[in-house]
């Protein structure tokens, strides 16, 4: 069974009312008007949907926060329950006509909207698709944005064309690391209204690409639309591994039992982490002395000596960290896997 995500705009009431040759429609008027009109030229939205739509899909009809995109997709809801199919409302909060509210606060609203429709329907365990048609033309790109990251396809149909054009999901793995290793300010951002007096005094000291996904807005600093799904994705990915087995040797299993307990909650997000494929990829390398790899790369105090099994499981050898110069010594001494045995899962349930 297949959800289809619909942004809505406002095209049918303005065929409709172009058509009937009228100012003002009433409910019944626009629900007459959907069910006798060519359901390719009706609307943006039934012109997508009626190459979309397989028997046994769900509709649901994201409209902004107009009166105009609300009479729509009520009537599209109605329309297509009256067709058998089962269709649901959801308005997108701040998405209005006020151009830097739209901006700032309805754009990301849509985002974080999507994300928490597709993470529902797939663990409700739907194919997820996106249908961008309808709606203001940003919401295009920023729907085929969380498409791209969240692997669902995303489908829309420009006035020029006659057919549905598809954004697939890419087989594309993207670069987290940036998220990763300053993920503590992320945490941060996302969790309130940051004034950006605050926010500021942190990014003084933080790497300068940050900034492209946070906006300014009122005297407060907030993820951006692109920012909020790159989180999100970047979540989305963390969650997805969560059950990727990390073992930890009787050597690291007695650093991390002996750390304070600030320290040991640093060690957790990294082993968190290393169950990336991506960030393993991306942010893992050789060391002098050692037949296996070290994690994260950059300026992390936490070091993590691991290797991946052919089972796709990672064995961790040894846990360390820079400030106590406990990396320096073993890198000096040398982590051989062949050493390390008594491995247990991590973390112990």
């Known amino acids: 069974m297949r959800t289809i995500l619909t942004t809505v705009g406002t095209s049918l009431l303005s065929n409709a009312k172009r058509d009937l040759k009228v100012d003002q429609l009433k409910e019944q008027q626009l629900a007459n008007y959907i069910r006798r009109a060519n359901a390719e030229k009706a609307s943006a939205e039934t012109n997508s949907l009626s190459r979309l739509l397989q028997p046994g899909d769900r509709i649901v009809l994201l409209h902004s926060q107009t009166e105009e995109s609300k009479q729509c997709a009520e009537t599209l809801t109605r329309y297509y329950k009256g067709q058998g199919y ?55 790109a920023y729907a085929t944005l969380v498409g791209l990251l969240f692997d669902v396809p995303v489908y829309y149909i420009h006035e020029a064309f006659h057919d549905i054009i598809e954004m697939p999901p890419t087989p594309v793995s ?35 690409e940050i900034r492209l996904l946070l906006v300014e807005e009122e005297g407060f600093t907030l993820l951006s639309p692109a920012g909020e799904a790159f989180y999100e994705a970047y979540l989305d990915r963390v969650e997805q591994a969560k059950f990727v087995p990390i073992l930890l040797s009787g050597a690291a299993w007695h650093t991390y039992n002996n750390s304070e307990p600030s320290i040991r909650r640093l060690f957790d997000r990294a082993l968190k982490k290393l169950r990336l494929k991506e960030l393993r990829a991306s942010n893992a390398d050789r060391v002098n002395n050692c037949d296996c790899l070290v994690f994260p790369k950059g300026h992390r105090d936490e070091r993590l000596f691991f290797y991946e099994g052919e089972d796709g499981g990672i064995r961790v050898y040894e846990l360390a960290r820079h400030s106590d110069e406990s990396y320096e010594r073993l890198i000096e001494r040398g982590v051989r896997r062949k050493d390390y045995q008594d491995f247990q899962l991590w973390p112990v349930t």
Do not use: C
């Open 174 to 208: 993207w670069d987290y690391s940036l998220l990763a290793e300053h993920e503590e300010f992320f945490e941060w951002i996302s969790a309130d209204l940051r004034q950006t007096v605050e926010a500021d005094a942190w990014l003084r000291n933080l790497p300068g």
């Open 86 to 140: 089962e269709a649901y409302l959801r308005e997108v909060k701040d998405l209005t006509y006020a151009e830097k509210r739209f901006k700032m606060r309805g754009l990301r609203s849509l985002v974080a909207t999507l994300v928490e429709l597709i993470r529902f329907e797939k663990r409700q365990g739907r194919e997820v698709v996106v249908n961008a048609t309808g709606g203001f033309k940003a919401e295009i």
